[in-house]
């Protein structure tokens, strides 16, 4: 019985990585943990520092005025409609970034023809640059030379991007949602892959229904990329459409939609409000953790991994 446990005792061991050093795993990772200080937390300290003061542009000085940049922005009707459409927004890139990236990883999961140049087509949107999106989301939208303005145009509506609020909401979320589903179809496509085929012959015998077999069988296996691919998702709509949002409103009409990030740079880098641009950042962010904390409390209690 002892000489069979040695060979198991031996393997485990074989597997722990020994260091010379005690202080060597903490030189390894230093490096990151100063990235992660000099950029995040310095960062985030120096903004809730600065929330709880009206501070001159030029640092000339500054004055405390406690929770004043607080109740500006909560009790202001202006950030309250644009926290607003922030959030629908973000559910609108989210779903629909999702709910195409999902149909095109089934489609190019199952297609054998030309397989390889339906892939390529739609991953190399991903390369794109977030300004060079909204360039050409821009271009789409263009009042003279914009195909999508000229094919609303024979449905009757006039589209107006960069002056009507509707309007520009709609192209907004469009190339936000364009700029996207390359990242879920890549994530999604591996999943689907890794679905043993004995799992999907058993589902097709049991359930001839193909959108059935899909929901009860395919779906629950690609929960934890779902998963996943939702926070990463709901991240990319609050902060990574930045650069979109800035190219497709920027020197445009005054009363284009914007989303909580923008708010913040027009108020902190256009208007010169240091403390209120804080104040808002640090709302945005314990509005970001209180999400992604409901997010794994309720939602992951029903992902199953393995």
């Known amino acids: 019985m002892t000489k069979a446990k040695k060979p198991a005792v031996k393997a485990e061991a074989a597997k722990r990585v020994q260091f010379s050093s005690s202080a060597l795993p903490y030189l390894l990772i230093a490096p990151q943990l100063l990235v992660i200080f000099v950029f ?15 501070e001159d ?28 459409f922030t959030v629908v927004f973000t559910v609108l890139v989210t779903v629909f970034s999702l709910a195409l990236g999902l149909l095109l990883a089934v489609k190019a999961d199952a ?34 030379i914009g195909p999508f303005v000229k094919m609303a145009a024979m449905l009757g509506w006039h589209m107006q991007v960069g002056v009507n609020y509707f309007d520009t909401a709609f192209a907004m979320i469009f190339v936000s949602v364009w700029k996207q589903i390359p990242y879920n179809f890549i994530f999604f496509l591996s999943g689907l892959q890794s679905v043993p085929v004995s799992v999907r012959e058993a589902a097709f015998i049991d ?4 959108f059935r077999r899909f929901w009860t069988v395919i779906m629950p296996l690609l929960a ?37 990030v923008y708010k913040v740079f027009l108020d902190g880098f256009r208007g010169n ?10 709302i945005l962010m314990i509005v970001v953790f209180v999400l992604t904390v409901l997010q794994f409390r309720f939602l992951e209690k029903r992902i199953h991994y393995g």
């Not at 995040?40 to 009206?54: E, H, K, L, N």
């Not at 409000?273 to 640090?282: E, H, P």
């Open 40 to 54: 995040f937390y310095w960062p985030s300290v120096q903004a809730v520092q600065s929330s709880f003061y009206i």
């Open 224 to 260: 934890p990329t779902a998963f996943f691919l939702l926070i990463i998702n709901i991240t990319y709509a609050l902060f990574d459409t930045f650069a979109v949002i800035d190219v497709m409103v920027k020197d445009k009409a005054a009363n284009n939609p914007i989303t909580l």
């Open 207 to 210: 359930c001839r229904s193909g």
């Open 273 to 282: 409000d240091i403390g209120g641009s804080s104040a808002q950042s640090v």
């Open 111 to 144: 297609i054998i023809r030309g397989s390889a140049t339906y892939k390529t087509l739609l991953i190399s949107v991903y390369a794109i640059a977030p300004p060079v999106a909204g360039l050409i989301g821009m271009m789409f939208f263009d009042q003279h």
């Open 57 to 84: 542009p030029f640092g000339f000085g500054s004055t405390f005025v406690g929770l004043a940049n607080y109740s500006d922005a909560l009790f202001s009707t202006e950030y309250l409609n644009i926290a607003k």
